[in-house]
C-alpha cells in the first residue's frame, strides 16, 4: 500500500513502447531506440514494459524483444498471439510475463478480447507451456462472464480486461454501460481468485474511472503515453499518467 492510492490495493502501470518502434519502422531508422524508451518510463514510474511482437512485425522486432529480455533490467510482459512461433519465442526468451491476445494481419490494432471459451484447451495448452517456462501469463479478454468462466477454466491466474469499448464510446451512456461491465467482470474475475489487469484505449482523460476500480491492480497503456510524448516527452508523459491513474485510485471508497 502506499499513500498516493489512500489505503487502497496500488495500482500498477505497464507502458507499452510498440509505438516507439512504430516511429522507427516507418523509416527504418535504428531510432527512437525502444530500449531506452523503456528505461525513460521505468525512471518516470512505470513498473514494467509492455511489447507486442505481431506476426507481421509492424513496430516491435524480435531483436527488441531479445535486447529488452536479456538486459534483465526492467521487467518485460509479451503480448503474443496463440501461435506456435510466439510459444517458442517466449518459451525461448522467457520475458517476465505474456499476455495471449487475438491477432488480425488487417487489424490496425487488437480487435476485442480472446475468444477463451471457443478455444479452450488450445488456450489451456499455452498457458501450461507458459507457466511451465516460469512466466506470468494473462488472457487479454473482452469483460464477458463467459470468457471469464473461460478464463478461470482454462487455469489463468492473470487477465488484462479489454477496455477499448469504454475507451471508444463517446456517449456518456454507452460509456458508463462500459465501465459497468467492467467492474462487475474486473470483480467477478477477482473472487475467481484470477488477478485482474486492464489495457487499451486508455489516456490521461479516461483512466481515472478504470483506476477507481479496486479490483484492477495494473493498467497497460501505450498509444496515448507515446502521443502525448510528441508534445511533452516521454518522461512527463508517464508522470502525467501516473498522475491521471493515482488520482482516479484515490476516488476509491
Ligand atoms: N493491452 C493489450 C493486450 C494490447 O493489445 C494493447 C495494444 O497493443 C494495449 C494494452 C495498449 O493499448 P493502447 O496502445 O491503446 O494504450
Known amino acids: 500500500m502506499n ?6 490495493a496500488p495500482l500498477r502501470l505497464g507502458v507499452n513502447v ?7 519502422q516507418a ?34 522486432q524480435d531483436a527488441d524483444v531479445e535486447t529488452l529480455v536479456q538486459a534483465g533490467d526492467v521487467p518485460i510482459n509479451l503480448e503474443m498471439a496463440l501461435t506456435a ?15 495471449l491476445v487475438p491477432e488480425k494481419r488487417e487489424e490496425l490494432t487488437t480487435e476485442g478480447g480472446l475468444d477463451v471459451r471457443g478455444q479452450l484447451s488450445a488456450v489451456r495448452d ?35 480486461l479489454h477496455t477499448g469499448t469504454y475507451a471508444d464510446a463517446t456517449d456518456p451512456g454507452a460509456r458508463d454501460e462500459q465501465l459497468a461491465r467492467i467492474v462487475e467482470a474486473a470483480a467477478q474475475a477477482r473472487d475467481l481468485g484470477i488477478e485482474v489487469h486492464a489495457g487499451h484505449g486508455l489516456t490521461r482523460d479516461n483512466v ?3 483506476a477507481a476500480i479496486e479490483a484492477i491492480v495494473e493498467l497497460n497503456i501505450g498509444h ?22 493515482d488520482s482516479g485510485r484515490r476516488a476509491l471508497r
Open 3 to 8: 499513500d498516493s492510492t489512500n489505503g487502497h
Open 18 to 24: 510498440d509505438h516507439v518502434a512504430t516511429l522507427r
Open 27 to 60: 523509416r527504418g531508422t535504428r531510432y527512437p531506440d525502444v530500449a531506452e524508451a523503456a528505461r525513460v518510463a521505468m525512471a518516470a514510474g512505470a513498473d514494467s514494459i509492455t511489447v507486442h511482437l505481431r506476426e507481421d512485425r509492424r513496430h516491435i
Open 85 to 99: 512461433e510466439m510459444l517458442d519465442i517466449a518459451e525461448r526468451l522467457k520475458p517476465r510475463d505474456a499476455c
Open 126 to 160: 499455452a498457458l501450461d507451456r507458459l507457466h511451465g517456462a516460469g512466466i506470468q501469463a494473462a488472457l487479454f479478454i473482452d469483460p464477458d462472464a463467459d470468457q471469464i468462466e473461460a478464463a478461470a477454466e482454462a487455469g489463468a491466474r492473470f487477465i488484462e
Open 208 to 210: 481515472a474511472s478504470i
Open 224 to 245: 496515448a503515453l507515446v502521443a502525448d510524448a510528441v508534445f511533452m516527452g516521454l518522461r512527463e508523459a508517464v508522470r502525467e499518467m501516473r498522475a491521471a491513474m
